[in-house]
């Protein structure tokens, strides 16, 4: 069960951002190599072709320091998007590196780049050229209304807003803990693991980021997927960022 969206979603949403709003004609898309990383570069690969934007390279790295190797192509065909799919600390060394070296065009993620420790690793970086946008299943704290008080409690007791997946991990404890005491009510005692994995598949609750509910499979019904152009160049200034678009899409449901 999960009370966000999904990744075979979530990055289609960003290939159809880069190709419809932001008119790229061409991507060169890289990963970390890892499953996450890699199934999300694969998901938009394969939207980038059904819609008929030119993939320049599909690439995988490891690398951390030096990337001389990818950006050494990168600046010389000049991609309207670089598409990285993976985390930011990795992504962060690679779009500058990219920029200082000569790139003008857009970086695009997916919800790994969701950190302010990005702002600091990347800069300007991610401010110049065609700027830097990622998407996410989770929205910030402040995109919730109901999330304005515990965003408020967050920042008094740890001295900072909260980071990425704070509020959906509040509400996935919230779930939780609703699944655990109806389980036990229903079995009079302590339940079973097996108790309370069917009691989470029929919670029907109000969190912070909105109504939760499962379907078959565990997706929400109904989820939220975010389009955050970055504007910050240092941690301290990530909650700047704005919120370009929300998008609403229906759980694919199974075999997707």
């Not at 702002?119 to 998407?135: R, V």
Request: proline share 4%.
């Amino acid at each position: 069960n999960r009370v966000v969206g999904r990744d075979d979603v979530q990055a289609p949403a960003a290939e159809e951002y880069a190709f419809t709003t932001l008119g790229a004609k061409s991507v060169y898309i890289l990963h970390d190599k890892t499953a996450y990383g890699q199934g999300v570069a694969e998901f938009f690969r394969a939207a980038a072709e059904e819609d008929g934007l030119e993939v320049v390279a599909f690439e995988g790295t490891e690398e951390q320091a030096n990337f001389d190797a990818i950006v050494t192509p990168v600046v010389a065909t000049q991609p309207d998007v670089v598409f990285f799919a993976g985390i930011y600390n990795q992504a962060g060394v690679f779009f500058k590196q990219a920029r200082d070296a000569g790139y003008e065009g857009t970086f695009l993620g997916t919800d790994g780049m969701d950190s302010s420790d990005l702002a600091d690793i990347a800069g300007d970086a991610l401010t110049t050229g065609g700027g830097m946008y990622y998407t996410t299943v989770a929205g910030p704290a402040s995109a919730y209304p109901a999330a304005a008080q515990f965003a408020a409690d967050y920042e008094a007791k740890f001295g900072a807003a909260p980071e990425a997946y704070a509020a959906q991990a509040y509400d996935s404890m919230n779930v939780c803990l609703t699944a655990i005491k109806a389980a036990a009510e229903a079995a009079g005692g302590i339940p079973t693991r097996l108790q309370v994995a069917e009691a989470i598949r029929q919670v029907n609750i109000e969190g912070l980021t909105g109504n939760i509910s499962f379907d078959e499979i565990g997706d929400l019904p109904t989820a939220q997927y975010f389009i955050i152009k970055v504007n910050a160049t240092a941690a301290a200034d990530w909650g700047t960022n704005e919120i370009i678009e929300v998008l609403e899409v229906a759980s694919p449901g199974k075999g997707e």
